[in-house]
C-alpha cells in the first residue's frame, strides 16, 4: 500500500471556523492531489501540487486553499468553512504528471459542518 | 453530456458469474484510462490500468479499451462476494488531470 496518512479521520466543526486537514506521504511522490467526493458527484478535484510550493487550482477551489512547503505533506484549508463543505476528502498522489501514472489515494477525511 | 460516464448499478450478479461494467468518456484525447474498487466507507483503491487498445488481463480481472468507440470496460470472472463494492472508471488526458465517473455499484450474490 501507498504511505499515504490522512489527519484528522473524522472532524465535525461550525460553520464559519477554519479548518485544516493533512496529508502525509513517504513515497517521495512529486504530485499531490485534494478531491471531495459526493454522493452523485464522484470525485472532483479541489487542489493539486507539483513540487513544493507548487500548487494549482482545480474545479471546485472556492472556499479551499492549500499549501506544501516539504515533498511531503500537502495541507488543506478551509478559510470559513460553510455546511455545504461537509463531504469526504481523499488526498491522492502520483509518482509525476505524466497520464500513465495512476494515483493512490489516503484513507480519506469525513468532515461534518454544522 | 459528463466527461466521464458509468451506469451507477447496482448491478448485482450470482457469485461465480463473470459481471462486466462500462465506461464511457467523451473526449478523444484521453489517453491513460484506470479502473478503482471503492468498498463502502473506503478510499478508492487502483485495480487495473490500461494505455492501448485490447484486453489487458491480471487475474480474475480484465479490462477491455477501444478507443474508437470511446469506451473502456472491466470484466471480473468467478465474482466473489468479496468483490461487491462500487467500481471508478477514471481517465486521464495528460499531466495531472484525471477525471472520474461516478461509479458503478457491484453486488454479487451468494
Known amino acids: 500500500d501507498a504511505g499515504i496518512t490522512q489527519s484528522p479521520r473524522h472532524k465535525v466543526t461550525e460553520t464559519g471556523t477554519p479548518v485544516t486537514l493533512r496529508c502525509h506521504q513517504t513515497?517521495?511522490?512529486?504530485?499531490m492531489y485534494w478531491y471531495r467526493q459526493d454522493p452523485g458527484h464522484g470525485l472532483r478535484l479541489i487542489h493539486y501540487?507539483?513540487?513544493?510550493?507548487?500548487?494549482d487550482k482545480g474545479e471546485v477551489s472556492d472556499g479551499y486553499s492549500v499549501s506544501r512547503s516539504k515533498t511531503e505533506d500537502f495541507l488543506l484549508t478551509l478559510e470559513s468553512a460553510t455546511s455545504s463543505q461537509t463531504s469526504v476528502y481523499f488526498c491522492?498522489?502520483?509518482?509525476?504528471?505524466?497520464?500513465?501514472?495512476?494515483?493512490?489515494f489516503g484513507d480519506g477525511t469525513r468532515l461534518s459542518i454544522l | 453530456q459528463k466527461e466521464v460516464e458509468q451506469n451507477s448499478g447496482p448491478l448485482s450478479v450470482p457469485e461465480g458469474a463473470i459481471a462486466s461494467l462500462n465506461c464511457t468518456y467523451s473526449?478523444?484525447?484521453?489517453?491513460?484510462f484506470f479502473w478503482y474498487r471503492q468498498y463502502s466507507g473506503k478510499s478508492p483503491e487502483l485495480i487495473m490500468s490500461?494505455?492501448?487498445?485490447g484486453d489487458k488481463e491480471d487475474g480474475r480481472f480484465t479490462a477491455q479499451l477501444n478507443k474508437a468507440s470511446q469506451y473502456v470496460s472491466l470484466l471480473i470472472r468467478d465474482s466473489q462476494p468479496s468483490d461487491s463494492a462500487t467500481y471508478l472508471c477514471?481517465?486521464?488526458?495528460?499531466?495531472?488531470?484525471?477525471?472520474f465517473g461516478t461509479g458503478t455499484r457491484l453486488k454479487v450474490l451468494a
Open positions: 513515497e517521495n511522490h512529486r504530485y
Open positions: 491522492a498522489i502520483s509518482e509525476s504528471g505524466t497520464s500513465n501514472q495512476p494515483q493512490h
Open positions: 477514471a481517465v486521464n488526458r495528460g499531466t495531472y488531470k484525471y477525471i
Open positions: 473526449d478523444r484525447v484521453s489517453q491513460s
Open positions: 501540487s507539483y513540487g513544493v510550493k507548487d500548487t
Open positions: 490500461i494505455y492501448s487498445n
